[in-house]
């Protein structure tokens, strides 16, 4: 049988589980639909997706560095604050060499597609070239904003970077007449006329597109592309782990990832989130007689991420002898630990998806369409709350009735997610099938 050989670009840091989830999901059913394949992977976080273990024949950089990764990277080695001046002058020098980068790739565009050897990013260009079908990885590639977030002047700078990378990339892909597929991906909202044309020069040079829940549908509807649409639910959904472990948790135990985007929220906001959780999950312990797990899904080394999330609620709880943080370095121990727990409460999506996909109730501290859509894809709308609601008695008054209710809720998802993992499937063996005879 010929090897069909596919690119993926669009991958992320592999310090988040749910990035990781997405990828070895995408890769898992590519392989499963198509059997011979050749994997080539594009990422910003090539150690990392070496690291985890990703099945692909080769990792490479991206096409083009996108400046807020350059300012972070640089920011680790040096060790300076993200808050800092020195980091916003980091990431201006990030954007310098974005346009650098442009013109070199332009260049070595050319290059490769009339066979000279390119001066840039040389194996990269020559892997698209030379592969059958080129996919857009499964995530949030397509937005300049979180919905139920404030837009920053800084936020809105990295999405248009981030939206002008990805125009580019798929537009290198279309120049050498391969085939592109955007798998499960929320996209949208666009805040701004920049953002709304970026978005739709993008998806317009796609084949299909795949979307992950009907506000990002409706969105995609909006602009007006010319692509075929399929609305699906989000690829993590298929992650199986391939290794089980013998975990020591608690009997009744709640999950608790929480989590923050980066420079969204005033500090003021930030202390109330952490604040609140801290109460509630206080009257949890003593009310409904659990003990609190905190199982960080995003460790990325600054201030106020997971890791240190958890650590300033727990921080502020009276009942600290009944919770604990544990940090797992494992995809396969996290889902574990999830669906372990008799009930989570997620500020991440990822962390929802896995768990649901376990069947274990779950409630979700909102920051993004991509969160209100899955719930409401479970027909759960009601274990959402908006980060920007947060109160501690509301957060309890939901914990309490999701476990009051949670045999209910496990009997529901065993119902729905297996209809959710079969739609994913039929929706990428469609945009499969339909692509890759396009050649």
Not at 42 to 64: A, C, M, N, Q, Y
Request: net charge positive; charged share 20%; hydrophobic share 45%.
């Amino acid at each position: 049988m010929e090897t069909t050989k596919i690119h993926i670009f669009h991958v992320g840091d592999m310090n988040n589980k749910g990035t990781e989830a997405l990828i070895k999901s995408d890769v898992q059913i590519i392989e499963e639909l198509l059997g011979n394949v050749s994997i080539s992977v594009s990422t910003t976080d090539v150690e990392g997706v070496k690291r985890v273990g990703v099945r692909s024949d080769i990792v490479l950089p991206l096409l083009l560095s996108i400046p807020y990764s350059f300012a972070d990277n640089m920011t680790k080695r040096f060790r300076i604050s993200r808050y800092s001046i020195k980091y916003k002058i980091l990431a201006f020098m990030g954007v310098l060499n974005l346009f650098v980068g442009i013109v070199l790739l332009i260049f070595s565009t050319l290059l490769t597609r009339i066979g000279l050897r390119p001066l840039f990013r040389s194996t990269a260009l020559k892997r698209i070239k030379d592969c059958d079908l080129v996919v857009s990885c499964s995530d949030e590639n397509f937005k300049e904003a979180a919905s139920l977030l404030p837009t920053t002047f800084y936020w809105l700078l990295n999405w248009w970077s981030i939206l002008f990378v990805r125009t580019i990339d798929i537009t290198i892909a279309k120049f050498f007449r391969k085939p592109v597929i955007i798998f499960p991906n929320s996209i949208g909202p666009f805040k701004t006329g920049v953002g709304r044309f970026l978005g739709r020069l993008a998806l317009n040079n796609a084949n299909i597109v795949l979307i992950r829940e009907k506000i990002s549908f409706k969105i995609v509807e909006d602009l007006n592309i010319s692509p075929p649409r399929i609305l699906t639910s989000d690829s993590a959904l298929l992650f199986k782990t391939s290794k089980r472990f013998e975990l020591n948790a608690p009997k009744n135990a709640i999950g608790v990832c929480p989590g923050v985007y980066a420079q969204t929220l005033s500090m003021e906001k930030v202390q109330n989130y952490i604040v609140e959780h801290a109460h509630a999950l206080d009257m949890a312990i003593e009310k409904l007689q659990c003990e609190i797990i905190f199982l960080p899904h995003f460790i990325s080394g600054f201030e106020n991420d997971d890791l240190d999330i958890s650590r300033q609620i727990m921080s502020k709880m009276r009942n600290k002898t009944k919770a604990k943080i544990v940090r797992v370095e494992s995809l396969d121990e996290f889902k574990s630990y999830l669906e372990s727990m008799s009930m989570i409460i997620s500020s991440k999506l990822h962390p929802a998806i896995l768990g649901s996909s376990g069947f274990v109730p779950t409630l979700c501290i909102a920051y993004d369409q991509k969160q209100v859509g899955f719930f409401d894809t479970l027909m759960m709308p009601e274990n959402v709350v908006a980060i920007n609601d947060i109160t501690s008695e509301l957060l309890f008054s939901k914990i309490s009735q999701i476990w009051m209710d949670k045999d209910n809720i496990r009997k529901n998802l065993e119902i729905i997610i297996p209809q959710l993992q079969k739609n994913i499937k039929e929706a990428i063996r469609i945009a499969l099938s339909q692509s890759i005879n396009r050649k």
